[in-house]
């Protein structure tokens, strides 16, 4: 069971300082790891009910989005223990609760410099989710947002952490390391697709299955919505592609890389069950998909 075999902590590459520490405290306690993995997730998916709940992305007052957000960020068995890409899940959920707040806002300045701030310090655990930062952007112009004070905060609160950070390695006598770090890293940027088993391979096409199907239902409903709930469903959809876009520039960490989808997939097909008028063989479908998932992460029965 995997209770009783944790996965081991993905080796910590590139410039990730936050995460490296963790990965020096934990990866030689895989079952402390695999607990505090556990309880992250579980807070994440009782924060991202609460948001899509607050700001209309869901239709009913359900807890279906987060079973679905647990399904989709631990439906492979190397995503359950600590790794990069669901600490960086935490920070983007704080980012798109202040990002999505934002639209009510007459003057969302500090909410905006919030945004890049969080953004930032995610990069400290995932360093590619620095490139979330061009999403912020996209954003600015969904929501046609063309006042300078909003974009120059976006980047005043995305370049802060990284000060911080600077001015410590540089008191502690270590700048040239960490400009080594990243310069490294750039350098030995490369897209090579991960090895899967055949199991990873099959979940990935039924997770995708339901992505098709997800999607789907928000495009064709996405006149019913309100200009405010539209807006903010827009947002969630250009995240999608955005995550999409910056899967080839995530290295090693390719595979880990696909729990970002559990944010958009958890409202897409949350409201694609929730519109169904005939849901008995997608509830199948669903059921098939939590059975083979607990088959596998509890039994490693199709490893």
């Known amino acids: 069971m995997a209770a009783y ?28 790891a695999l607990a505090i993995g556990f309880l992250l997730v579980l807070f994440e998916a009782i924060l991202l009910n609460y948001i899509f709940s ?11 989005a987060a079973l679905l957000f647990l399904l989709f960020i631990s439906f492979l068995p190397q995503f359950l223990t600590l790794t990069p890409v669901n600490i960086t899940v935490l920070f983007l959920l704080f ?14 300045v500090e909410l905006i410099f919030t945004a890049g701030f969080f953004i930032s310090l995610a990069s400290f655990f995932y360093f590619q989710a620095i490139l979330l930062y061009g999403f912020l952007l996209i954003c600015f112009l969904v929501y046609r947002t063309m006042q300078w004070r909003e974009w120059i905060s976006s980047f005043v609160g995305f370049i802060t952490p990284y000060l911080f950070l600077f001015v410590v390695y540089f008191l502690t006598d270590q700048l040239k390391v960490l400009i080594e770090m990243y310069s490294d890293f750039f350098t030995q940027l490369s897209f090579s697709f991960p090895v899967l088993s055949s199991y990873n391979r099959a979940m990935i096409v039924l997770a995708g299955l339901f992505t098709i199907l997800g999607f789907w239902d928000t495009v064709i409903h996405m006149r019913e919505k309100t200009v405010e709930v539209r807006k903010k469903t827009i947002i969630l959809v250009w995240l999608f592609f955005w995550i999409l876009i910056t899967l080839m520039f995530s290295g090693i960490f390719q595979l880990y890389h696909i729990g970002l989808f559990a944010i958009c997939l958890a409202s897409f097909v949350t409201n694609f069950y929730l519109n169904l008028r005939k849901p008995f063989l997608f509830q199948l479908l669903l059921w098939l998909f939590i059975i ?6 509890t039994l490693f029965f199709f490893q």
């Open 95 to 108: 980012f798109l609760n202040v990002l999505l707040k934002a639209f009510s806002q007459i003057e969302p």
């Open 54 to 64: 607050k700001h209309d992305l869901i239709r009913h007052n359900t807890s279906l």
């Open 5 to 32: 075999d944790p996965p081991a902590m993905p080796f910590p590459t590139g410039p990730i300082p936050f995460y490296s520490i963790l990965f020096n405290w934990l990866s030689g306690i895989p079952y402390l």
């Open 292 to 297: 083979v998932i607990f088959a596998n992460t």
